[in-house]
């Protein structure tokens, strides 16, 4: 898989108006609630019970904290805590961490006849990223991965990033289709121009996006 700073230099798509796809990674394309986020929340209250010398009770109240207010807990952490963003990501995403996450074969099928290029926006790592494509059967899906370090870890969902993605493919927003499982995050990409899908088990769109799939539908009901 070719990183995302070097796959729009070399692909033709800008020259072709066809659908650039944007997807958010945990409980997108996969169901982190059953594979990743249990594990991934125990280690972000032992990294921060460490780092902060707080219990149990109070390392969960401030992620959730910092989650709600900045959008990510590592964004709260820079600002009040000066945490060293590349130590915190390493330590929440460990290799063992997506071990658990089955092949989808459906997924891929549906992957496939994308009538476009595909990518994955996460606010994790594209190490995690590809390790969690690759247990899906799907790595060679995507043309590449725009993670955190690429949005110099401020992360969904804010509009810089999202902005940053639209100079490095050099499309205009217009073309993007963007999967994501959070209404915040689907905000800021209709707000600058994108096409959106909330991925939800609701029957309608949250406030920022035009179209509503449960996991299931997304894939079986042609978008």
């Known amino acids: 898989m070719a990183s995302a700073r070097s796959v729009s230099a070399r692909c ?3 020259r072709r108006p066809i659908p650039i ?3 958010d990674l945990d409980n997108t394309l996969y169901d982190a609630n059953c594979h990743c986020f249990p594990r991934m929340h125990a280690f972000i209250h032992d990294y921060l019970m460490r780092r902060l010398d707080l219990d149990e009770a109070g390392a969960s109240a401030l992620r959730q904290h910092y989650w709600r207010r900045y959008g990510t807990t590592l964004a709260g952490l820079m600002r009040h805590h000066d945490v060293d963003p590349v130590e915190f990501l390493e330590a929440i ?3 063992a961490l997506a071990a658990t996450v089955p092949e989808d074969a459906g997924l891929r099928q549906w992957l496939r006849h994308l009538p476009g ?3 994955v926006f996460t606010n994790s790592v594209a190490s995690h990223a590809r390790r969690v494509l690759a247990q899906l059967g799907v790595e060679d899906q995507f ?4 993670d955190m370090h690429f949005a110099s ?4 969902p804010d509009a810089e990033v999202y902005r940053r993605i639209l100079r490095e493919l050099r499309v205009p927003s217009w073309r993007c289709i963007f999967f994501d499982d959070s209404r915040a995050n689907l905000r800021t990409a209709r707000w600058l121009g994108m ?3 909330h991925i939800s088990r609701r029957r309608h769109p949250g406030k920022g996006a035009d179209r509503v799939r449960t996991p299931i539908q997304w894939r079986h009901q042609g978008g």
Do not use: D, E, S
Request: net charge positive; aromatic share 26%.
């Open 21 to 23: 796809f944007l997807f």
């Open 153 to 156: 870890y401020c992360g969904k």
């Open 93 to 95: 995403h460990p290799p």
């Open 195 to 197: 096409h959106t899908v």
């Open 143 to 146: 043309v590449g991965i725009f």
């Open 12 to 14: 033709g798509w800008r």
């Open 117 to 119: 290029p595909a990518f």
